[in-house]
T-cell receptor, first 113, second 117 residues
Framework: EAQVTQNPRYLITVTGKKLTVTCSQN?????MSWYRQDPGLGLRQIYY???????DKGDVPEGYKVSRKEKRNFPLILESPSPNQTSLYFC????????????FGPGTRLTVL | AQTVTQSQPEMSVQEAETVTLSCTYD???????LFWYKQPPSRQMILVIR??????QNATENRFSVNFQKAAKSFSLKISDSQLGDAAMYFC??????????????FGKGMKLTVNP
């Protein structure tokens, strides 16, 4: 089954404690992306990747890092989380051969205390 | 830079009736795709319908159809015969780069649709 997986689905942490949210896709897509969703703001792009070792900033990259060492994985790293990073995070994998349709993971609910 | 506006934060519709969700956007691109996504309480993002900007014919997917006005940069979603399962947040998302040149997907702020039995 074609899918995008994210882990963990829920995470409560404290300010300053480094964390990683993993994202993996099994569709062999070159493009992947991370979004955060906040009430009243919709989804905003954090980072995206056009291929292995190629990443670029989205609209709200501050406080986040990403890496793309393998095509299937695109982890999101928060080196020193802060309460304003409390949000719902989505990873997406993009099918450039089919309308650039984005396939979303199930989301990760992060709370930073 | 792209901007997307969904001017109505909330709407309600009676079951079996028709409702139209509005979306306007601004882009300098000439060729692009546009999408409507649905987010039910499960939070999963589900693709509802897509439109290619170079196609004049409006996309239709069962009870869902769009009214795409390229010159006006308007991309509204019509839901016919509304069902209780249509209750969700709906996001409009135009994407530049139909040739895969840009994967920047800009979302509207969303619109909460309530379906009344």
């Amino acid at each position: 089954e074609a899918q995008v997986t994210q882990n963990p689905r829920y995470l409560i942490t404290v300010t300053g404690k480094k964390l990683t949210v993993t994202c993996s896709q099994n569709m062999n897509h070159e493009y992947m992306s991370w979004y955060r969703q906040d009430p009243g703001l919709g989804l905003r792009q954090i980072y995206y990747s056009m291929n292995v070792e190629v990443t670029d900033k989205g609209d709200v990259p501050e406080g986040y890092k990403v890496s793309r060492k393998e095509k299937r994985n695109f982890p999101l790293i928060l080196e020193s989380p802060s309460p304003n990073q409390t949000s719902l995070y989505f990873c997406a994998s993009i099918d450039s051969g089919s309308y650039n349709e984005q396939f979303f993971g199930p989301g990760t609910r992060l709370t930073v205390l | 830079a792209q901007t997307v506006t969904q001017s109505q934060p909330e709407m309600s519709v009676q079951e079996a009736e028709t409702v139209t969700l509005s979306c306007t956007y601004d882009t300098s691109e000439s060729d692009y795709y546009l999408f409507w996504y649905k987010q039910p309480p499960s939070r999963q993002m589900i693709l509802v319908i897509r439109q290619e900007a170079y196609k004049q014919q409006n996309a239709t997917e069962n009870r869902f159809s769009v009214n795409f006005q390229k010159a006006a940069k308007s991309f509204s979603l019509k839901i016919s015969d509304s069902q209780l399962g249509d209750a969700a947040m709906y996001f409009c998302a135009p994407l530049a780069g139909s040739q895969g040149g840009s994967e920047k997907l800009v979302f509207g702020k969303g619109m909460k649709l309530t379906v009344n039995p």
